[in-house]
């Protein structure tokens, strides 16, 4: 069962751009949705979380857009740049009241930025 | 940033032989995870461990085993590798506290199975 829609499965872009990746849940007892990024032949490394308690969160230039009752979120990278060029994926998690490290990932969008 | 390490980061056998991936962390972290990621890309959690001799297994069913005897070793065992084991194994480990959803992943293990 998927339980986690992740589109587009690419992405490409030019420099200065603004790519969006979209995700939606099927779960409503999910509470935590973070977002990692991975570089070829690396790991995932977390790159911003949201809590369904506020509807936008943003780090540096890193976005994420959360619509609890359409049960979406979405990741907005403003300004991209060519070093942004990865692997994104979103991914959802419910502490049950002992961990948030059972995620629940989308399936991952290649994202491409031209120079 | 937290220190996990695993090895080997390629690997290539033949069927039927026994293979341990290695996974260990600098930081004590009691919470360990392992991913399996396929050629689609998407990652799903196999095992877990939330502390030494505690281990669960994930969402996604697998034939591998997992042994938590020591804090910061958390080793992935196939007795018997078969072709469709071939995939992208990924070792994580989680800060404490309650709130903490941050999970700091290794390199991977790249396993392939002929």
């Known amino acids: 069962q998927q339980q986690v829609k992740q589109s587009p499965q690419s992405l490409i872009v030019q420099k200065g751009g603004i790519p969006i990746i979209n995700c939606a849940y099927e779960n409503t007892a999910f509470d935590y949705f973070p977002w990692y990024q991975q570089f070829p032949g690396k790991g995932p490394a977390l790159l911003i979380a949201?809590?369904?308690?506020?509807s936008e969160k943003k780090e540096g230039r890193f976005t994420i857009s959360f619509n609890k009752s359409a049960k979406q979120f979405s990741l907005h990278i403003m300004d991209s740049q060519p070093g942004d060029s990865a692997t994104y994926f979103c991914a959802a998690a419910n502490a049950g009241g002992t961990s948030y490290g059972k995620l629940t990932f989308g399936q991952g969008t290649i994202l491409t930025v031209h120079p | 940033e937290a220190d996990i390490y695993q090895t080997p980061r390629y690997l290539v056998i033949g069927t039927g032989k026994k293979i341990t991936l290695e996974c260990s962390q600098t930081?004590?972290?009691?919470?360990m995870y392992w991913y399996q990621q396929d050629p689609g890309m998407e990652l799903h959690l196999i095992h877990y461990s939330y502390g030494v001799n505690s281990t669960e297994k994930g969402d996604l069913s697998s034939e591998s085993t997992v042994s938590r005897i020591r804090t910061e070793h958390f080793p992935l065992t196939l007795e018997s590798a078969r072709p469709s084991h071939t995939s992208q194994y990924l070792c994580?480990?989680?800060?404490?506290?309650?709130?903490?959803?941050?999970?700091?992943f290794g390199s991977g293990t790249q396993l392939s199975v002929l």
């Open positions: 994580a480990s989680q800060p404490p506290g309650p709130r903490s959803g941050k999970l700091f």
């Open positions: 949201i809590r369904p308690d506020v």
């Open positions: 930081m004590g972290h009691d919470k």
